[in-house]
């Protein structure tokens, strides 16, 4: 079985730029998460989908920060403008229902 | 936000050794999950618990759910070089809809 897949690997930009991540997650599962992880420190939760519904999106800021999953199956996750403060790595995880979690490898964003 | 406190920040173990780090909060929660992760990569589950006293094992891990619902340790026996990485523990609160609370990870290293 495949796991989650993300893309790219690694982003490197300039702050005021803008940067999509995409997000392809295992087959059948209905809910798809991405997280922020800041060096040093455990993934924090961005946003939740439910198939193409948003769950949680409480911990995402919305001034800079937007996601979707227009399908119920792939998702992106875009910031516009990008903050030296985003420089971390991005998660995503998906899971079948609320249960057990699968992450993806993660894209790594550098912010100059 | 909710927090979890997880220690100890890192160990430093001879090859062989028993190895023991825990989590504890202020709030109950319905679920703990123990993570690895290595460089470049995403979490990995090693251990699920759902229930309040649960002890779990897998191979030479064994992990615990606190009878208070508000902590929870994780044992690795007779280490070996290649348990090297970040382990994180996670949990769910009562009531959340799927989403992990982490902890900031405990680093291990082993010396061969």
């Known amino acids: 079985e495949a796991g989650v897949a993300q893309s790219p690997r690694y982003k490197i930009i300039e702050k005021r730029q803008s940067v999509a991540f995409w997000c392809n997650p295992i087959?059948?599962?209905?809910?798809l998460y991405w997280y922020q992880q800041i060096l040093g420190q455990g993934p924090k939760l961005l946003i939740q989908?439910?198939?193409?519904?948003?769950?949680?999106d409480s911990q995402l800021p919305k001034d800079r920060f937007s996601a979707e999953r227009l399908k119920g199956v792939d998702s992106t996750l875009k910031i516009q403008p990008a903050k030296l403060e985003d420089s971390a790595v991005y998660l995503c995880?998906?899971?079948?229902?609320?249960?057990?979690?699968?992450f993806g490898p993660g894209t790594r964003l550098t912010v100059l | 936000g909710q927090q979890l406190n997880q220690s100890p920040q890192s160990m430093f173990i001879q090859e062989g050794e028993d190895v023991s780090m825990n989590c504890t909060s202020s709030?109950?929660?319905?679920?703990w999950l123990w993570y690895k992760q290595e460089p470049g990569e995403g979490p990995v589950l090693l251990i699920a618990?759902?229930?309040?006293?649960e002890l779990t094992s897998n191979g030479r891990l064994t992990a615990q759910f606190g009878i208070t619902r508000k902590d929870s340790f994780l044992n690795i026996s007779a280490s070996i070089p290649s348990d090297v990485g970040i382990y994180f523990c996670?949990?769910?609160?009562?009531?959340?809809?799927?989403?992990?609370?982490f902890g900031k990870g405990t680093k291990l290293s082993v010396k061969p």
């Open positions: 087959s059948g599962h209905a809910t």
């Open positions: 996670a949990g769910q609160l009562v009531g959340s809809q799927g989403n992990l609370i």
């Open positions: 709030s109950i929660f319905n679920t």
């Open positions: 989908f439910q198939n193409n519904g948003v769950v949680d």
């Open positions: 995880a998906s899971s079948y229902g609320t249960d057990t979690q699968y």
């Open positions: 618990l759902y229930k309040a006293g």
